[in-house]
């Protein structure tokens, strides 16, 4: 777990992760984060980039441990680190996109880690961004998610999306015509 110390709570994202986050999104870029929950990382980044759009997607129920309860306590913490720039959907990827035409520079993954969750987010997410970054993509310490890294390799395999380059748990996607 990597802590920002102008944002409340701890991000899963590593350090070295987090900086390709960084590096991905280009000045006044826009991000769409899949599964934001306490905002960590989506308030790091708009320090960084404070010229940036983000919309971070999130239903505020673990759907990872099939608890139907809303999660007060990261919805809470997501409006206490809100920063200028940062919009929040509450509910599923695809009753946003439903509503929406906006494109994104980035879209970055890390909502439902279950294999069809995941694939479904992607499927949903790559309409709309050029590049997606997957977080918990095949490392040994986070072997609980194998269905994110089944989800990605199924999803490159229809031939349209690559893997480009990995750091840590961090793959990051691009179409074959980039």
Same mark, same amino acid.
């Given at each position: 777990?990597?802590?920002?110390?102008?944002? &409340?709570?701890?991000?899963?994202?590593?350090?070295?992760? @987090?900086?390709? &986050?960084?590096?991905?999104? #280009?000045?006044?870029?826009?991000?769409?984060?899949?599964?934001? %929950?306490? =905002?960590?990382?989506? %308030?790091?980044?708009?320090? /960084?980039? #404070?010229? %940036?759009?983000?919309?971070?997607? *999130?239903?505020? /129920?673990?759907?990872?441990?099939?608890?139907?309860?809303?999660?007060?306590?990261?919805?809470? $913490?997501?409006?206490?680190?809100?920063?200028?720039?940062?919009?929040?959907?509450?509910?599923?990827? %695809?009753?946003?996109?439903?509503?929406?035409?906006? /494109?994104?520079?980035?879209?970055?993954? *890390?909502?439902?880690?279950?294999?069809?969750?995941?694939?479904? *987010?992607?499927? $949903?997410?790559?309409?709309?961004a050029k590049v997606l970054a997957v977080h918990d993509y =095949?490392? #040994?310490?986070?072997?609980?998610?194998?269905?994110? /890294?089944?989800?990605?390799?199924? @999803?490159?395999?229809?031939?349209?999306?690559?893997?480009?380059?990995?750091v840590r748990s961090l793959c990051v996607l691009t179409t074959?015509?980039?």
């Amino acid at each position: 777990m990597t802590k920002h110390p102008s944002v &409340l709570g701890e991000s899963y994202v590593y350090e070295d992760e @987090f900086e390709m &986050l960084c590096t991905l999104l #280009p000045r006044n870029g826009s991000l769409l984060e899949v599964g934001t %929950a306490a =905002g960590v990382t989506a %308030a790091a980044i708009a320090d /960084k980039h #404070p010229e %940036a759009y983000i919309m971070c997607v *999130d239903t505020f /129920k673990d759907v990872n441990h099939n608890n139907s309860a809303c999660d007060e306590g990261n919805w809470a $913490l997501w409006r206490r680190n809100q920063r200028q720039g940062m919009h929040l959907w509450v509910g599923d990827l %695809a009753s946003y996109l439903a509503q929406t035409n906006r /494109k994104f520079s980035l879209a970055f993954v *890390d909502a439902d880690h279950s294999r069809d969750g995941c694939a479904r *987010d992607l499927r $949903l997410a790559a309409r709309h961004a050029k590049v997606l970054a997957v977080h918990d993509y =095949g490392l #040994p310490e986070v072997s609980a998610w194998p269905g994110v /890294k089944e989800a990605v390799d199924e @999803f490159v395999s229809c031939g349209m999306w690559r893997i480009t380059q990995c750091v840590r748990s961090l793959c990051v996607l691009t179409t074959r015509t980039s």
